[in-house]
């Protein structure tokens, strides 16, 4: 008999109807490719603690896969067997198998993966069908084991009675006992590709293939869907029906893509982060459905999204691929490693913001081997993760490896946004290298440094998602979604950087927004005999036009400031973005004076004063300042018994009242309440919050 190292691999030929719809069922191949997979991820004991010999791998290779969902099959047989190693080992040794066949130890691998499903069939014979290809090591251990079944269900049973567990469930520690709960509950999630097809479209294909929409997660059962509550391109279906789903030909045509939902939060971040001609990097080619979901998220064609560390022409030529497939045109791979480009590289010069996705424990995912699989990860991993816990050497290895990471980016002089993502729940990971990364000081590193900005995520708070202390998001691991931790770090604005309002206002007035309305320029030493003596006439603004400068200041603030989920407006440059409005209206023949209108500061620009701001001498740096209130003065009103006359021809509609009005130091305004009168608007009549009152140069004497 040949050691399994000197077996060739056998791809698996056989009628899809042969293949594992069940547990039960698994094909000769899938043993074999298990055995392999689990004689690399096998826990390693101490020389005076083994008890069964693996023997030596001999370097063999893990196995290549063509077909995704054979691969994933034979990655949860070796999963499942090395989570119950030991409880395998010690039926291979009460039984008095191990010491009884003569198999090499490089057999031991088939064994231990083809005990675990013989004892999950209840010691049960396989179907076998006359398609399935034969692996000959497969049929002889299957031999060997039927031989021995009631010896090895006899020590299984001693083994449930020693730790009284009703099933061998119970003899896992309680972490994994609650993933393996966790991972047949957590529903299928998948967004919809909207460069190939609309939500729409999609809603009609799932109702012509049977499918029936309901409004939460917990109504799903059978062949039911819903959307997903926090982002509007997800639907969530019953986990018993991704093999159903991927044999549809809407997911095989990439319209709709299978991919879990702690993937999307992080695309959805840079989405919300993300300037739309500015261009993306992101560290690590893990996920290639990630970049591609960033991709159709951020108008793929107004940037470039660089992805790093691409270096076999196999890995490249399969993105490349993928991408076609799923009609992304603007990502561009490059070979290098994130740590080895230089910031100063010519390609990036666009870039403002960079996605890092660091290898993690993935210790926040129910299902591991989906994790590593999707990812490309590290399956040593699957070691620390069948026991429920990751070891401190190698957290200690990987935070190493992720703080590396975020110093180089960090180092990237024109980026000024940089979101950090894990599927971790270890705050070694996650919390532990933000703070060191902002701690570390950057010698010879141009730029303002990095502060922490909340996240902003377009979702809705729920009981599964929290925000620490506005600094961090989490998705909580729970029977209904994945967990996943993401931070923003941004960089603090220069001083001289920052935008005047004037340039504010001149953007407004070069996209159109300012129809009607002039912007006060700054005044020159030049000009100010000029802008002395001009005296412009100003008309109220429209509600219409006035809306436009709300939304277009509040779009040029998000964009001034750090990214952050709730803006915060300058009070003092509100002030002077109000002051530099001046609204002109052609002066008219009548002779009527017209109405100066002036806007008191709110946070939404959109409530007009009541009171005449007017200009107060500035005070000498040397004097004391003291704050001076307007006080309104009321003159004798004009229905007074003496009556005035107007010269012949003049009409005059309303009578005018005459006020004037102080400037005193600690006194309150005057109680009585000024007349408001109405205002006319192309013809139409408006009630006024201003005061429509001609106001005299100097006082009365």
């Not at 040794?93 to 993966?113: A, C, K, N, R, W």
Request: hydrophobic share 35%; net charge neutral.
């Amino acid at each position: 008999m040949k050691p399994l190292s000197d077996v060739s691999t056998v791809d698996f030929v056989g009628d899809s109807s042969s293949w594992p719809t069940e547990k039960v069922n698994y094909p000769d191949q899938i043993f074999f490719n298990a055995a392999r997979i689990f004689q690399h991820i096998h826990r390693e004991k101490p020389p005076d603690k083994i008890l069964v010999s693996y023997g030596s791998d001999s370097g063999m290779p893990l196995p290549a896969f063509k077909d995704e969902r054979f691969q994933r099959w034979s990655y949860e047989l070796a999963f499942n067997a090395l989570k119950y190693q030991d409880l395998l080992e010690t039926i291979l040794l009460v039984s008095g198998f191990y010491l009884s066949q003569p198999l090499p130890d490089e057999m031991i691998s088939l064994v231990v993966v083809m005990l675990y499903d013989f004892q999950d069939r209840k010691f049960q014979p396989r179907y076998i069908s006359n398609n399935d290809a034969v692996v000959e090591d497969v049929r002889e251990v299957e031999t060997f084991l039927n031989s021995y079944k009631t010896k090895l269900a006899a020590a299984l049973a001693k083994c449930r009675i020693k730790y009284a567990a009703p099933t061998i469930d119970y003899i896992l520690p309680e972490t994994v006992r609650k993933q393996e709960q966790r991972a047949s509950t957590v529903p299928l999630y998948a967004w919809i590709n909207k460069t190939k097809v609309s939500l729409t479209e999609v809603l009609n294909m799932m109702k012509k293939e049977g499918f029936t929409q309901v409004e939460s997660p917990s109504e799903l059962d059978g062949y039911k869907y819903c959307l997903d509550e926090h982002c509007q391109d997800l639907l969530v279906f019953p986990t018993h029906l991704r093999e159903e789903l991927s044999s549809m030909e809407m997911f095989i045509d990439y319209k709709v893509v299978l991919q879990d939902k702690s993937h999307s939060v992080a695309a959805h971040s840079v989405k919300a982060l993300h300037d739309m001609d500015s261009d993306i990097i992101v560290v690590n080619s893990h996920s290639g459905f990630t970049i591609a979901h960033l991709s159709v998220l951020t108008n793929q064609s107004m940037c470039s999204i660089y992805v790093c560390g691409v270096k076999s022409e196999s890995r490249d030529e399969e993105l490349q691929e993928l991408f076609v497939n799923m009609e992304c045109k603007n990502i561009k791979m490059l070979k290098e490693s994130f740590t080895d480009i230089d910031p100063g590289d010519p390609r990036l010069q666009k870039a403002r913001l960079i996605l890092l996705l660091p290898q993690c424990s993935g210790s926040g995912v129910s299902n591991p081997v989906e994790l590593i699989l999707n990812e490309h990860g590290d399956t040593s991993l699957l070691q620390d993760l069948s026991q429920g816990a990751v070891s401190a050497e190698r957290l200690n290895d990987l935070a190493k490896q992720q703080l590396s990471e975020m110093n180089h980016a960090m180092k990237f002089n024109k980026v000024d946004t940089i979101v950090y993502c894990t599927r971790s729940v270890y705050q070694e990971e996650n919390e532990n290298v933000i703070n060191q990364a902002l701690q570390l000081k950057m010698e010879g590193t141009k730029g303002q440094p990095y502060r922490l900005s909340p996240p902003v995520i377009p979702l809705c708070p729920s009981a599964e998602m929290e925000s620490t202390c506005d600094k961090f998001f989490k998705m909580e691991l729970s029977d209904n979604c994945n967990g996943c931790f993401v931070a923003v770090m941004t960089r603090e604005t220069a001083p001289s950087q920052s935008v005047s309002p004037q340039d504010v206002l001149a953007r407004a007035a070069s996209k159109g927004l300012l129809n009607g309305i002039r912007v006060a320029k700054s005044p020159r030493k030049d000009d100010k005999k000029k802008s002395k003596s001009q005296n412009h006439k100003t008309t109220p603004v429209t509600s219409n036009a006035l809306a436009k400068i709300n939304e277009f200041i509040n779009h040029e603030n998000n964009l001034m400031t750090p990214r952050t989920p709730k803006v915060q407006h300058d009070q003092s440059a509100t002030h002077k973005i109000t002051n530099t409005l001046q609204f002109t209206k052609a002066p008219k023949k009548s002779g009527i004076p017209t109405v100066s209108l002036t806007m008191k500061h709110t946070n939404n620009f959109s409530v007009f004063s009541k009171d005449r701001q007017t200009s107060a001498i500035r005070p000498k740096p040397e004097e004391k300042m003291i704050p001076l209130k307007p006080v309104p003065i009321m003159l004798p009103p004009l229905n007074a018994p003496f009556q005035y006359s107007y010269p012949p021809g003049v009409n005059i509609r309303n009578p005018v009242r005459y006020i004037h009005q102080r400037w005193h130091s600690g006194i309150r305004s005057s109680s009585q309440t000024p007349f408001i009168p109405t205002l006319s608007f192309n013809g139409k009549t408006k009630e006024s919050t201003l005061l429509t009152t001609v106001w005299h140069p100097k006082p009365w004497h």
